[in-house]
C-alpha cells in the first residue's frame, strides 16, 4: 500500500470517528503533496460544508420544536445554531419562521435575509421576507421582493397568493383577483386561493362568480367553514334565503363555534318571519362570545320585534365599537337620547364606508339648465315610503329638474306604484345587481348634480355608494330618521320641530330645516270606505277604541304600562293594534295580564292594502304613538284619514317626528313634553267625547288646507333647498345650514 493511500485510509476513519480536525489536517497533509488528487480535494469539501450545517438530529429538533408550537424554544435553539452555522439555510429559514409566530417581524427579516445569503435558491425564503416586510407596514417592498420570486420562480403559487393578499391591503382588487387567480391555475387545488378570489368577488358584488370560488373552496375542502358561511351571504344577497339558510347549516356543522355563520343565520332567519330561531342563533353566538356586543344587540332587535322585554336591560351593555357591524337602526327603540345615536352612526360609518374616492365629480351644466336630481333607494314599489312620496314625485317640476330614480330594490312584478313613478321620472334605473364601482360610473356618467339617499340604515341598503361620491351634491331625505355620520353626505332635510336648535350637533350633515314638516306626504291617497263595520275588526259597537298601528319593535314597556293604565281607567274600551307575529301577540297578552288587563282588550288586525286601511281608521277613536321611535307613516295615514295621533315630543329625530305632524296639520295640543301629560291628554279625550269630537271636526275640516297635507307647496319648499343646495356649490361655497320658508 502506498504512502497517499495510507494517508487517505487514515483520514477517512478519523472522519468517521467524528474527530474532524485529524482528518482535515491529513487531507490537507495529502494536497500540499498531490495538490491535483481528486479524492483528498471532495473529501476535504465535504468536511468544511458539514462544518456548515448543524447535524440531522439538531435541526429535527427545531422541526418537531416547531410542529408543536413552541416557538419560544424554536427561536432559542435556532439563534444558536445560526451563530455556529451561519451558512446554514434551513437554520435561518425556521428561526424567521418562528420569529414570525412571535411577532418578532424584524427579527424574523434579518433571519430571512441571512437565509437568502447562505443560498440564494430557495424560493420560499424570499416569500417569508416579503411576509415579513408585510408585517412591519413596507408594503412597497414586500410587494418588490414577491415579484422578484415571481419573477425567479413563474410557476410558485405561493407568493402569486401572498401577493394578491398584499395588493387587497392597498385596495388593489383586479389586480389582486388576476394573482389569485394565477395561482389557481398553478394550483387548482389551492383552497384559499379560490376561498380569498370569492371573498374579492363577492366584495364587487359578482355573487355568481363568488358562489363559484366558494363552492370550489368547499369541494376541495368540504370542512372549510368560512367559505360555507361566505356563501350563504351571497346566497342571501340574491334572496336565495332556504339556500343561504342550508349553506349556514354545513358552516356551523363544519364548526359549531363559527358565531358569524351564527349570525348570519339569524339574519336569514329574519327574512324568513322565524323571529324565535333568529333570536336563538344571535344568542348561540353571544354564548359564544359574552362580549359580541352586535350579537347582543341583534338579539334585543328581534326580541322587541316580539315583544319579549325580559332583556331589554341588556341594551347597555350594547355600546362600544364591537357592535359598529350592526346599523344604527337597530338601537333607536331602546334610548331617547341623540348623543347615543351619533356615536353609533359614526362607528358604523367608520365601518361601513370605503375610503375616500381618488377624485370626485365635477359634471359639466346640463345642455337644458335643468338641476340633475338621482334619487336611490331599494323601496321604489308599494311600500311606506312611496305611499308618502308619490305626491311628491308627482308634482316634481319636470321643467326645473331631470329627475331620475336609481332602483336596487328586488325586482318584482310591476305595482302601481313602480308604474305610477316610471311616469314621472325622466329615467327609472335598475342597479340592483350592478357592483358599487359601476354604480358610481353610471351616476357620474348621467352627470348628476344632486344624489338624495331615500334609505340610510334601514333593511336592504346601499348607503355605502355614496361614500365614493355619485354627485358634487349628496343628500340624505325622507329613509332614516337620524345622521348617517359620515363626511360623504352634505346635508340632512329635517324641520323646527324635529330639528329644535341646537340640535344639529348630532348630525354631521349642514340641517336643511323646511318649514312645518319635513316629511312628504300625497294628498291624492284614496280612503277606501270600510264596509265591514266594527264588529268585522272585532271592535266593540261603544266601547272607545284606542289604536296604535306601529310595528310591534316600537313598544316598549314605558308605552305598555301607560296603555293598560288607560284601559284601566276607560271601562269598555279595546286597544287595537296591528298583527305583526303571532309570538308578539302572545307576548303582549301576556305583559296585558300581567298589569291587570283581560288580554281579550287586546284586538289584533291584520295588514290589509293601504286604502283599505286608510278606510278601517274611521272606526278607532285615538291613535296612541309609540314614543322613542314615533309613527311616522302610520301617523300620516291616521291624520290623513281623520284620526287623531297623540304623541310625546321626544329628544331623537325619530322621537319628534310625529310631534311635526300634528304641528303641520294644525293641532299643536296632541304634541305632549312628558309621559305625565301624555298619560293625562290621552285619558281626558277618552273621557271627553265632545272636546275629541272638536278635534275630530278640526282635522277633518281643515285637513287639506293645513301644510302636512299640501303635497304641491312640499314639493316647491324641497326643490327650493336643492336649488339653493346646488347653487352653493356652483358659487364655489361648501355646504351649511339653511332654512326653507
Known amino acids: 500500500m502506498s504512502g497517499l493511500e495510507s494517508l487517505l ?16 489536517a491529513i487531507y490537507r497533509q495529502v494536497l500540499d503533496k498531490h495538490p ?69 417581524n424584524a427579527g424574523a427579516e434579518t433571519a430571512f435575509r441571512r437565509a437568502i445569503e447562505a443560498d440564494p435558491q430557495p424560493r420560499a425564503s424570499y416569500n417569508n421576507l416579503a411576509i415579513a416586510l408585510r408585517k412591519q407596514g413596507r408594503l412597497a417592498e414586500a410587494e418588490a421582493t414577491y415579484r422578484e420570486v415571481i419573477m425567479r420562480a413563474p410557476d410558485y403559487a405561493d407568493a402569486r397568493y401572498n401577493l394578491a393578499n398584499l395588493l387587497q391591503l392597498s385596495d388593489r382588487d383586479d389586480e389582486a383577483a388576476e394573482h389569485f387567480a394565477a395561482a389557481i391555475r398553478i394550483d387548482p387545488g389551492y383552497v384559499d386561493a379560490h376561498y380569498n378570489l370569492g371573498n374579492l368577488k363577492a366584495k364587487a358584488a359578482l355573487r355568481e362568480d363568488a358562489l363559484a370560488c366558494f363552492a370550489q373552496a368547499v369541494r376541495l375542502r368540504p370542512g372549510h367553514s368560512d367559505a360555507h358561511n361566505n356563501m350563504g351571504a351571497e346566497l342571501l344577497a340574491l334572496d336565495r334565503v332556504d339556500e343561504a339558510l342550508a349553506a349556514y347549516d354545513r358552516a356551523l356543522a363544519a364548526n359549531p363555534a363559527n358565531a358569524q355563520a351564527l349570525i348570519n343565520k339569524g339574519k336569514a332567519l329574519v327574512l324568513k318571519g322565524d323571529e324565535p330561531g333568529a333570536i336563538a342563533a344571535f344568542r348561540g353566538a353571544l354564548a359564544l362570545d359574552p362580549g359580541d356586543r352586535s350579537a347582543r344587540l341583534q338579539a334585543l332587535f328581534e326580541e322587541a320585534h316580539i315583544c319579549d322585554w325580559r332583556s331589554r336591560g341588556e341594551f347597555v351593555l350594547t355600546e362600544g365599537p364591537e357592535a359598529a357591524a350592526v346599523q344604527p337602526f337597530a338601537s333607536l327603540p331602546f334610548i331617547d337620547d341623540p348623543a347615543h345615536q351619533y356615536r353609533r352612526s359614526l362607528a358604523c360609518a367608520a365601518q361601513m364606508f370605503p375610503p375616500a374616492p381618488a377624485s370626485l365629480p365635477d359634471p359639466a351644466p346640463s345642455t337644458d339648465g335643468r338641476i340633475r336630481i338621482g334619487y336611490f333607494s331599494a323601496d321604489f314599489h308599494n311600500h ?13 317640476d319636470r321643467d326645473r329638474f331631470d329627475v331620475r330614480l336609481y332602483s336596487y330594490g328586488p325586482r318584482r312584478e310591476e305595482d302601481r306604484a313602480r308604474a305610477d313613478l316610471r311616469g314621472h321620472a325622466d329615467a327609472f334605473t335598475e342597479i340592483g345587481a350592478m357592483r358599487d364601482e359601476d354604480v358610481v360610473a353610471l351616476a357620474r356618467a348621467d352627470g348628476l348634480d344632486i344624489a338624495v339617499d331615500l334609505k340610510g340604515y334601514t333593511r336592504g341598503t346601499r348607503t355605502r355608494l355614496f361614500g365614493r361620491r355619485l354627485a358634487p351634491v349628496q343628500v340624505s331625505f325622507m329613509g332614516y330618521p337620524g345622521t348617517i355620520g359620515h363626511p360623504c353626505m352634505d346635508y340632512f332635510i329635517a324641520d323646527p320641530v324635529t330639528m329644535p336648535p341646537g340640535a344639529e350637533r348630532f348630525f354631521s350633515e349642514k340641517i336643511v330645516r323646511l ?14 270606505p270600510d264596509t265591514r263595520g266594527r264588529a268585522g275588526w272585532d271592535l266593540p259597537e261603544q266601547g272607545f277604541v284606542f289604536a296604535s298601528f306601529n310595528h310591534t319593535y316600537k313598544i316598549s314597556p314605558r308605552e305598555w304600562d301607560i296603555w293598560m293604565g288607560l284601559l284601566r281607567d276607560v271601562p269598555g274600551s279595546v286597544l287595537w293594534l296591528l298583527r305583526s307575529n303571532r309570538w308578539a301577540e302572545d307576548n303582549l297578552r301576556r305583559e296585558a295580564q300581567a298589569r291587570g288587563i283581560d288580554p281579550a282588550r287586546l284586538v289584533f288586525s291584520p295588514s290589509v292594502p293601504h286604502g283599505e286601511h286608510l278606510g278601517r281608521l274611521a272606526h278607532a277613536d285615538l291613535f296612541l304613538d309609540t314614543f322613542a321611535v314615533n309613527a311616522h307613516t302610520t301617523a300620516s295615514d291616521a291624520l290623513w284619514a281623520g284620526l287623531p295621533v297623540l304623541t310625546l315630543a321626544g329628544r331623537q329625530f325619530a322621537a319628534r317626528v310625529a310631534a311635526s305632524l300634528v304641528h303641520a296639520v294644525g293641532l299643536p295640543e296632541l304634541a305632549v313634553e312628558s309621559e305625565a301629560a301624555y298619560a293625562a291628554l290621552a285619558l281626558e279625550l277618552a273621557r271627553d267625547p265632545t272636546r275629541l269630537s272638536t278635534i275630530r271636526n278640526r282635522l277633518t275640516a281643515d285637513r287639506t288646507s293645513q301644510p302636512l297635507f299640501d303635497t304641491t307647496g312640499y314639493t316647491r319648499r324641497v326643490e327650493t333647498a336643492l336649488a339653493r343646495m346646488h347653487e352653493r356649490r356652483l358659487d364655489g361655497l361648501a355646504p351649511d345650514h339653511f332654512a326653507v320658508a
Do not use: W
Not at 515 to 528: E, F, L, M, S
Open 9 to 24: 485510509i487514515k483520514a477517512k476513519g478519523a472522519a468517521k470517528r467524528g474527530e474532524t480536525e485529524a482528518a482535515r
Open 36 to 104: 491535483r488528487n481528486p479524492r483528498a480535494r471532495a473529501a476535504l469539501e465535504a468536511l468544511e460544508a458539514a462544518s456548515d450545517s448543524p447535524s440531522q438530529q439538531q435541526f429535527d429538533v427545531m422541526v418537531t420544536a416547531y410542529r408543536a408550537g413552541r416557538m419560544d424554544e424554536v427561536a432559542r435553539r435556532g439563534h444558536a445554531l445560526a451563530e455556529a452555522f451561519p451558512r446554514a439555510h434551513g437554520v435561518h429559514n425556521l428561526l424567521g419562521a418562528a420569529l414570525l409566530a412571535l411577532e418578532d
Open 384 to 396: 311606506a315610503t312611496m305611499y308618502l312620496m308619490a305626491g311628491f314625485f308627482r308634482e316634481h
Open 515 to 528: 318649514a312645518h314638516c319635513y316629511q312628504a306626504n300625497d294628498d291624492k291617497r284614496q280612503i277606501v
